[in-house]
């Protein structure tokens, strides 16, 4: 079955980066792309981009441009969305998730993000 | 960016009776790239309709989507215990694919 399992929570100052991974099991990881998606506490979700995981190629919202990088290690059918110079907005829970063509269809089970001052 | 816009923000209704979730958005979706999910707390959200109105693999069908162009609707035809939920409509025709701010589905 399909599996989508992220790394656990992180804690971190402002102006520093986080990295999270999504590890993919239950199909083949080059087929499909990962997305990443957030999710403040208490408001909704917010599309971040996405990676090819072939390619390599990758798509960001503007808003997040410059300051997130989605990455893949193919070896490993690993997916990675590293976020820097944090701020307390930035406090949310982070999700990846699968697309066919780009309709989502499979989501990690999330990783929580808090940004202190 | 093609802007979301969900209603209502909050819905309150009994087993058994039916509910409508309303997705407007700013200008026309490709195609009816429309898709809806569930999200239960503490969960991730779970795909339920896709193409404005085809239901996703293992998704019953008192859930049922309709719309195109820029007006959607999630109904849900008898409301079971298990439904009361978060509702998020998306759009993934045009990049960025946004998100509605969500309609959150509570028990009266």
């Known amino acids: 079955q399909v599996q989508l399992v992220q790394s656990g929570a992180e804690v971190k100052k402002s102006g520093a980066s986080v990295k999270v991974s999504c590890k993919a099991s239950?199909?083949?990881?080059?087929?499909?792309?990962v997305h990443w998606v957030r999710q403040a506490p208490g408001q909704g979700l917010e599309w971040m981009g996405w990676?090819?995981?072939?390619?390599?190629?990758?798509n960001y919202a503007q808003r997040f441009q410059g300051r997130v990088t989605l990455t893949r290690d193919t070896s490993i059918s690993t997916a990675y969305m590293e976020l820097t110079r944090l701020t307390s907005d930035d406090t949310a829970m982070y999700y990846c998730?699968?697309?066919?063509?780009?309709?989502?269809?499979?989501w990690g089970q999330g990783t929580l993000v808090t940004v202190s001052s | 960016e093609i802007v979301l816009t969900q209603s209502p923000g909050t819905l309150s209704l009994s087993p058994g009776e039916r509910a409508t979730l309303s997705c407007r958005a700013s200008?026309?979706?490709?195609?009816?790239?429309l898709a809806w999910y569930q999200q239960k707390p503490g969960q991730a959200p779970r795909l339920l309709i896709y193409?404005?109105?085809s239901r996703a693999t293992g998704i019953p069908d008192r859930f049922s989507g309709s719309g195109s162009g820029t007006d959607f609707t999630l109904t849900i035809s008898r409301l079971e215990p298990e439904d009361f939920a978060v509702y998020h409509c998306?759009?993934?025709?045009?990049?960025?694919?946004?998100f509605g701010q969500g309609t959150k589905l509570e028990i009266k």
């Open positions: 998730a699968r697309s066919m063509g780009f309709l989502v269809d499979y």
């Open positions: 239950g199909y083949t990881f080059t087929g499909y792309y």
């Open positions: 990676v090819n995981p072939n390619s390599g190629g990758t």
């Open positions: 200008q026309s979706v490709s195609s009816a790239y």
């Open positions: 193409g404005a109105s």
């Open positions: 998306q759009q993934y025709g045009n990049s960025p694919y946004t």
